[in-house]
């Protein structure tokens, strides 16, 4: 039984120890922590709508931006030169801009021709012209001109030039479109002219001529 006593002491000593408190061993209560709070979700943020294109707007665009342009054409003038019939033809071209509503360019104009009295007569002229739409295929504008004209004699290497100044106006018809927003076409076109060259030189008349805008 003696043999026994020691064992005893030393499970009882075990079974106390393990029940003691840290307040048994002399060492501050320990803290018991707090719950966390839970973390919050960060917001989503609603998707923003996107308003549809304005396709109004975007052809209203279209139609007042320019593009590149030019144009040819070829025609016959009958005109009056110091009050001579004079018959000719007309050769013009030019390049410059334009929108679905109007047209500038500047122009090179070329006339070679005969008077009914066998003088011929050519003249090279620069300027600028316009173009107005006022239907889908017709076309009203004015012209501003500055150029030599020259006579020769039917027989003799003789030959008379002046320099002169002119306007004119003319009408358009469109008689095929094509291209981007058929700004392109094949066109007729009325014209009526007048210059006054120094000297006392009048040059006047109608030309009908047929185009090429592109």
Do not use: C, K, N, T
């Given at each position: 039984m003696k043999r026994l006593y020691p064992l005893l002491f030393f499970f009882g000593t075990t079974a106390n120890a393990q029940q003691a408190t840290p307040e048994d061993m002399g060492l501050p209560p320990a803290q018991e922590q707090?719950?966390?709070a839970p973390v919050a979700a960060a917001p989503v943020a609603a998707p923003v709508a996107v308003p549809p294109p304005d396709k109004e707007a975007q052809e209203e665009e279209k139609a007042h931006r320019h593009?590149?342009?030019a144009k040819l054409g070829v025609g016959y003038e009958y005109a009056r030169l110091w009050g001579v019939p004079l018959n000719a033809g007309r050769l013009r071209t030019g390049v410059g801009a334009q929108n679905d509503f109007s047209g500038h360019y500047m122009m090179v104009s070329i006339l070679v021709g005969e008077t009914e009295n066998g003088r011929r007569v050519w003249d090279a002229r620069l300027g600028y012209a316009n173009d107005f739409a006022v239907l889908s295929v017709l076309r009203l504008g004015i012209e501003l001109e500055l150029g030599y004209l020259v006579l020769h004699r039917a027989t003799l290497d003789s030959r008379?030039?002046?320099?002169?100044?002119?306007?004119?106006?003319?009408?358009?018809?469109?008689?095929?479109?094509f291209g981007e927003r058929n700004r392109s076409a094949l066109y007729i076109?009325?014209?009526?002219?007048?210059?006054v060259h120094f000297g006392g030189g009048v040059l006047w008349g109608p030309t009908i001529s047929l185009g090429l805008r592109f």
């Open positions: 707090a719950p966390s593009s590149a342009s008379q030039w002046a320099m002169g100044v002119g306007a004119g106006a003319h009408v358009v018809f469109d008689a095929i479109q076109e009325g014209r009526f002219e007048g210059h």
